[in-house]
């Protein structure tokens, strides 16, 4: 890998990340074309992924700066100086619970499936095409049944846990992260722009931990031209990312997910034909 292609791997890694058409997919497909993918060399990918999502979370904490600093300021103060029942928690604290809660499912299932994850079924280009179809009709039908009436402070206990199964939905390549989110907020009735903004809060714990593990064991595998490939990657997926989150959040103010979705199948049936005539 060179500096290039770095830089143009955590662009996509930034845009693709928080539009709901799956990072994990086009990354895949973009190391595929570039041939920096092969079966020797899968953990090794996925740790490469990982790692600069990293980029992509400082993306998050910089752009919902305000927020973060009030739910961990409310969190704190309500659970371990006032000891408040949930119910008589602020609106922030109460977001944080549900962010902790939500998070929880990823964790326990990618613990559980990491190695089939890191595997190199998880890089087939057919997989990540059905999914990017798949996860569009789902999408579609959320937006069709979807009554849009919940902001963030409407967020219930079960909403927040099934949204977060959702989000373990998004280890599968061509599912999306915010794709999955995003369509679990939809179906629990919220608003298009709340479920955004949930998604992208909820990804912090998940990004986070899955990041700074797969950076501690790739470690073994970076040399120093790898490294600075890595930091470069990294800190572009933060600035695309910080351009993505901004606005897919003023866009879904005045409009549907029906263009990714139609982005989407259009990717995957395309994926699926270039695979037929052996061209990818």
């Known amino acids: 890998?060179?500096?290039?292609?770095a830089i143009f791997l955590g662009i996509i890694q930034g845009l693709t990340e928080f539009l709901p058409i799956s990072s994990t997919g086009h990354?895949?497909?973009?190391?595929?074309v570039m041939h920096l993918i092969s079966t020797k060399n899968s953990h090794q990918w996925t740790a490469f992924i990982a790692v600069i999502?990293?980029?992509?979370?400082?993306?998050?904490?910089?752009?919902f700066r305000k927020d973060i600093i009030l739910i961990i300021k409310d969190f704190i103060t309500d659970n371990m100086f006032s000891r408040k029942k949930y119910s008589l928690q602020s609106s922030n604290s109460k977001l944080g619970w549900?962010?902790?809660?939500?998070?929880?499912?990823?964790?326990?299932i990618g613990l559980l499936f990491k190695d089939f994850i890191e595997g190199s079924f998880t890089k087939e280009l057919d997989v990540i095409a059905i999914s990017l179809i798949a996860l569009a009709i789902i999408l579609a039908?959320?937006?069709?049944?979807?009554?849009?009436?919940?902001?963030?402070?409407?967020?219930?206990?079960?909403d927040s846990i099934i949204i977060g199964f959702a989000q373990a939905l998004a280890?599968?390549?061509?599912?999306?992260?915010?794709?999955?989110t995003i369509t679990g907020g939809l179906f629990m009735g919220l608003n298009r722009e709340a479920a955004a903004r949930f998604s992208f809060l909820l990804s912090i714990p998940a990004v986070l931990a899955s990041g700074l593990l797969e950076f501690y064991e790739s470690l073994?595998?970076?040399?120093?031209?790898?490294?600075?490939?890595?930091?470069?990657?990294?800190?572009?997926s933060s600035i695309?990312?910080?351009?993505?989150?901004?606005?897919?959040?003023?866009y879904l103010r005045k409009n549907s997910t029906f263009i990714f979705i139609y982005y989407r199948i259009t990717a995957g049936i395309l994926i699926l034909i270039l695979l037929y005539l052996n061209i990818l």
């Open 53 to 63: 999502q990293l980029g992509t979370l400082v993306a998050v904490l910089l752009y």
């Open 1 to 5: 890998m060179n500096i290039i292609e």
């Open 220 to 236: 073994k595998f970076l040399d120093s031209s790898m490294f600075v490939n890595l930091l470069i990657s990294t800190i572009v």
């Open 171 to 180: 280890l599968i390549p061509g599912s999306s992260r915010s794709g999955t």
């Open 240 to 250: 695309s990312g910080y351009i993505a989150i901004g606005f897919l959040l003023r």
């Open 27 to 32: 990354l895949t497909i973009a190391g595929k």
């Open 98 to 108: 549900l962010i902790i809660l939500g998070s929880i499912p990823v964790a326990v």
């Open 141 to 158: 039908l959320a937006e069709k049944i979807a009554n849009f009436k919940k902001d963030v402070k409407d967020i219930t206990i079960l």
